[in-house]
């Protein structure tokens, strides 16, 4: 029988520490038999029943029912079985009721197991709303902040947010280190490895795979073995351009193999093999990476193992020149990935097929395609390291493609493919916005340049593409902001949809930052309706696609004359559109803009 003592500790621990942490630090405490029957029953891997007598408290048993909820809702994820979790944390939601008492921890546990498996469903928003529910319900000193934080950076990983998850990666390690949670600061260690290494900064994904390494090492499974397999593939990686890393690379793969096989983990091992088969590959030696791969084919048992494995078999299938076979694995690899929105990984997919149809000879046209393919997914993984790999491949191909293609990242991808003439313009009825980020030049002068580069094109990257939901052109960055053009059918309509949109993203991606103490970053956007000249403006040395005249003068006036978080309108901009939103009360206010004497300007509120 579980006693009553035992029962009591369990639900304390959990209370203070949420599941997570709670959970280990309960088993720290001793081994025996009923501690380990309890938290095996609480990490969802064991039952325990209450029929049977296990419990001398009842009541105790059913408000560690809940928590017990949360822990086969994540043995559930751990399966794929989200329906199933997300039944489990039903449960848990509805024990853990509303308010400030007891269940504080429980709800913030709840709201983050639910983050994770609308994470692993591409429900990424979603995900974010639950993990900044959690933070805000325990607050930023609570011991399972960092996990919280953790889970946070795998979302903006998966977004292709780089300098958002280091940033919030970096957080949890600091959380970890002061609450002395060892075991928690390895898997932060390990996950910012893996973010270095997928943005292809290979020394400093070393040095976090050797710190994580440090505290893992000797305690054998898949965490170590893991390890071993990252050190390899850094080293693969590096071996691109010096031969000598592969050695480097071959010693970790094994070391990897080693440890798995001895833990008996065999997925583990089947990946370090997929590993070591590209090794071999590399080496030039393609009987053993085949010998491998037959390996990997028997320890991956599983969809996406076979996936993985096919990419490295259409590599060493094309080298080997057997190309239809070729092929038809990198296809079948593709088909997986994109089914399953794993955008690099179907982005490697795709390049290794445009490899196979350039050394097929198959016709010029099918490989643009191709390429052409991997490079706007490589683009919206927003992998840099893949994006410059895919474009070398073009330029090597087709240089006239090639340069097509930086024409119009250059350009801008909604501008026209119109002359570059400097004589040149038209006059057109658009709706132009400025955007400015409010406050950023303090947060630029007190942090990390490194740091404030990578959260401006994070931010960048997520507000354009609102705006091009909204078919609006970026036609120019402008430090902290920029300036689009929204053309074509109910202009203004689309501007200030778009522009609540813009704040609304921002009010998310401060969320957090709020909780933790971190800089909020906001923004202003004022929009102005009217008529334009389009052009170019520059020299013949630089050349910008833009629209000048009054109306573009007035949007940047409106701009500085907003509040945060409001778009704001003038005259001509709110005739478009006053029966479609609500205003402040205080619009229509009366500004004196520069140039431009007193004006009327109103203020945004939301959609009707």
Request: charged share 30%; hydrophobic share 45%; with cysteine.
């Amino acid at each position: 029988m579980i006693s009553e003592d035992l029962a009591a500790e369990a639900l304390e621990t959990l209370r203070a520490a949420g599941w997570h942490v709670g959970l280990e630090r309960f088993r720290a405490v001793a081994e025996d038999e009923d501690r380990g029957r309890l938290g095996g029953w609480l990490s969802g891997r064991a039952e325990v029943d209450l029929a049977s007598g296990d419990f001398a408290d009842a009541g105790r048993h059913e408000a560690l029912r809940a928590w017990a909820c949360i822990g086969r809702g994540f043995k559930a994820v751990s399966l794929r079985s989200y329906a199933d979790a997300t039944r489990w944390l039903d449960r848990a939601a509805a024990a853990a009721g509303e308010g400030d008492g007891d269940e504080v921890h429980l709800r913030a546990a709840t709201a983050h197991a639910r983050a994770v498996v609308l994470f692993h469903r591409g429900d990424l928003g979603g995900s974010l709303e639950l993990l900044s529910e959690a933070l805000e319900a325990v607050g930023p000193d609570a011991v399972e902040t960092g996990i919280f934080l953790d889970t946070m950076g795998m979302v903006h990983t998966s977004k292709g947010a780089f300098g958002a998850a280091r940033e919030l990666y970096e957080l949890a390690a600091e959380k970890k280190k002061a609450s002395g949670q060892e075991n928690g600061l390895a898997i932060t260690y390990g996950n910012l490895g893996r973010l270095f290494y997928e943005w292809g900064h290979l020394d400093r994904a070393e040095t976090y795979f050797l710190e994580d390494l440090k505290l893992v090492r000797g305690r054998g499974g898949p965490a170590e073995a893991g390890m071993y397999n990252w050190l390899g593939r850094v080293a693969l990686a590096k071996g691109a351009t010096d031969q000598s890393k592969l050695e480097d690379a071959e010693a970790w793969l094994e070391e990897a193999i080693r440890c798995a096989k001895e833990a008996g983990w065999t997925h583990t091992e089947g990946f370090a093999r997929k590993d070591l088969a590209m090794v071999h590959l590399e080496l030039g030696d393609f009987e053993a990476a085949e010998r491998e791969l037959d390996e990997v084919d028997r320890l991956l048992d599983f969809e996406e193992g076979h996936a993985h494995a096919s990419i490295v078999r259409a590599a060493i299938l094309r080298r080997t020149g057997r190309l239809p076979e070729a092929e038809r694995e990198a296809l079948e690899a593709f088909r997986h990935f994109d089914a399953h929105d794993e955008r690099s990984e179907a982005t490697r997919a795709k390049l290794e097929e445009a490899r196979i149809l350039r050394d097929r000879r198959a016709p010029r046209p099918l490989v643009l395609a191709a390429l052409r393919d991997a490079l706007e997914r490589a683009e919206m993984s927003r992998r840099p390291n893949l994006l410059d790999e895919i474009e070398a491949e073009l330029r090597a191909f087709d240089e006239a493609a090639y340069c097509r293609h930086a024409y119009r990242r250059v350009r801008g991808r909604l501008i026209e493919k119109d002359s570059v003439a400097l004589l040149r313009w038209k006059r057109e009825a658009l709706s132009v916005a400025f955007f400015d980020m409010e406050g950023f030049t303090q947060f630029s002068t007190t942090s990390d340049p490194e740091l404030v580069m990578l959260t401006l094109n994070d931010i960048f990257a997520d507000l354009v593409h609102i705006l091009e939901e909204h078919e609006a052109t970026v036609n120019q960055y402008l430090g902290d902001g920029f300036m689009a053009l929204f053309r074509g059918p109910h202009h203004a309509r689309r501007a200030v949809t778009a522009a609540l949109e813009l704040a609304a993203a921002l009010e998310r991606f401060n969320r957090p930052r709020m909780v933790l103490g971190l800089k909020p970053l906001r923004g202003r956007i004022g929009i102005n309706t009217g008529e334009a000249v389009l052009g170019n403006v520059g020299t013949p040395h630089k050349i910008d696609f833009t629209a000048v005249g009054p109306t573009t003068n007035k949007a940047a006036r409106l701009q500085s004359a907003g509040e945060v978080g409001r778009p704001c309108i003038g005259q001509s901009t709110f005739d478009a559109v006053r029966k479609r939103f609500e205003f402040s009360k205080e619009s229509p206010r009366e500004v004196d803009m520069k140039g431009l004497g007193v004006q009327k300007v109103w203020d945004v509120v939301r959609a009707l």
